[in-house]
Nanobody, 115 residues
């Protein structure tokens, strides 16, 4: 059974930082592309950042230079370091695992950035 468990969300003031973690089980983590997505109230879910099994990364334009995605295959964990947070970063953040057409999602962790 595949399980993705996110943690690290919370309330932070604008300009602050948070680090999200997503621990995966039930998959061969090292071969999966891992991604962070977010969904703000009334908006569609959007890609924030993604990292391939080879370590290549891509980011949404809105977070470039502020967020960093990384992975630790030994711990089956993907991270999202979020710096210089803005109120518009407020959303539920979801972890996604993708391999060979199969996608799995975590339950999400809420990030609220106050102005």
């Amino acid at each position: 059974q595949v399980q993705l468990v996110e943690s690290g969300g919370g309330l932070v003031q604008a300009g602050g930082s948070l680090r999200l973690s997503c621990v995966a089980s039930g998959i061969i983590f090292s071969i999966n592309t891992m991604g962070w997505y977010r969904q703000a109230p009334g908006k569609q879910r959007e890609l924030v950042a993604r990292i391939t099994n080879g370590g290549s990364t891509n980011y949404a334009d809105s977070v470039k230079g502020r967020f960093t995605i990384s992975r630790d295959n030994a711990k089956n964990t993907v991270y999202l370091q979020m710096n210089s947070l803005k109120p518009e970063d407020t959303a539920v953040y979801y972890c996604k695992s993708s391999v060979r057409g199969d996608d799995y999602w975590g339950q999400g962790t809420r990030v609220t950035v106050s102005s």
